[in-house]
């Protein structure tokens, strides 16, 4: 069987909802998910190149989320951010996946002066390109997702092997699923059924396995 190590964002988590990654899991995969909740690329990129590091897989899934998310590690200064924010009030492995909120000063200072989308773009795809060599040298055979579309800027991206043209939220709103999203609390998590759709579209395309168990999931 095949060893999979996935990350993402909420797309993929498999937490409080029924995502495509807890699906094939339940279906009988071999899954390591290392991704979590609205966290960023840093935390995705970063968490996979830890794993990679230490063990060998078959598969690597990398689920890209949105550019401009943050991920804060917590101390005793800045958790009141993180406690009086209306809807980023959790914590992910002692980080403050803030997301895109700008509901502090402080955040909202840090996207008008500080913020650096170039270098946030650039960081990202030289981590990519390092996942994309180590998994090379492995032979693990590495699939980068997009969750939702990157406008990539950058020519470096010519030599990252995946499709950039292609997203889960666009091949989410473009499906039958999408007329029954859950818009609670502004969320952009496809829902179940959308989700068991997806672990068996994934399943195909890239895992290339494609196990009966899947079948008893209904869309």
Same mark, same amino acid.
């Given at each position: 069987?095949?060893?999979? $190590?996935? @990350?993402?964002?909420?797309?993929?988590?498999?937490?409080?909802r029924?995502?495509?990654?807890?699906?094939?899991?339940?279906?009988? !995969?071999?899954?390591?998910?290392?991704?979590?909740?609205?966290?960023?690329?840093?935390?995705?990129?970063?968490q996979?190149?830890?794993?990679?590091?230490?063990?060998?897989?078959?598969?690597?899934?990398?689920?890209? &989320? @949105?550019?401009?998310?943050?991920?804060?590690?917590?101390?005793?200064?800045?958790?009141?951010?993180?406690?009086?924010?209306?809807?980023?009030?959790? &914590?992910?492995?002692?980080?403050?996946?803030?997301?895109? @909120?700008?509901?502090?000063?402080?955040?909202?200072? !840090?996207?008008?002066? $500080? !913020?650096?989308?170039?270098?946030?773009?650039?960081?990202?795809?030289?981590? $990519?390109? $390092?996942?994309?060599?180590?998994?090379?040298?492995?032979?693990?055979?590495?699939?980068?997702?997009?969750?939702?579309?990157?406008?990539?800027?950058?020519?470096?991206?010519?030599?990252?092997?995946?499709?950039?043209?292609?997203?889960?939220?666009?091949?989410?709103?473009?499906?039958?699923?999408?007329?029954?999203?859950?818009?609670?609390? !502004?969320? &952009?998590?496809?829902?179940q059924?959308?989700?068991?759709?997806?672990?068996k579209?994934?399943?195909?395309?890239y895992?290339?396995?494609?196990?009966?168990?899947?079948?008893?999931?209904?869309?």
């Open positions: 069987m095949s060893k999979i $190590l996935i @990350s993402g964002c909420g797309i993929t988590f498999s937490g409080e029924a995502t495509w990654s807890k699906v094939l899991r339940i279906a009988g !995969y071999d899954i390591t998910d290392v991704s979590g909740p609205a966290i960023s690329n840093q935390l995705i990129t970063n996979l190149l830890e794993k990679i590091y230490q063990k060998d897989f078959d598969h690597v899934i990398c689920q890209l &989320t @949105s550019l401009g998310k943050l991920d804060v590690e917590l101390n005793d200064n800045n958790l009141i951010l993180k406690n009086k924010d209306s809807l980023r009030n959790f &914590t992910h492995k002692g980080y403050w996946p803030s997301s895109h @909120s700008t509901e502090h000063k402080v955040k909202k200072d !840090y996207y008008n002066f $500080l !913020y650096s989308p170039k270098l946030e773009q650039q960081d990202l795809i030289y981590k $990519l390109l $390092l996942l994309q060599e180590k998994c090379r040298q492995a032979g693990t055979k590495l699939h980068i997702i997009q969750g939702y579309q990157i406008e990539w800027h950058n020519k470096l991206t010519d030599s990252l092997n995946f499709d950039k043209s292609f997203n889960i939220y666009d091949m989410y709103k473009n499906s039958k699923f999408y007329d029954e999203h859950d818009y609670t609390n !502004y969320n &952009t998590v496809p829902n059924k959308f989700q068991v759709h997806l672990a579209h994934i399943a195909k395309k895992i290339g396995e494609y196990k009966s168990t899947l079948d008893k999931f209904n869309e």
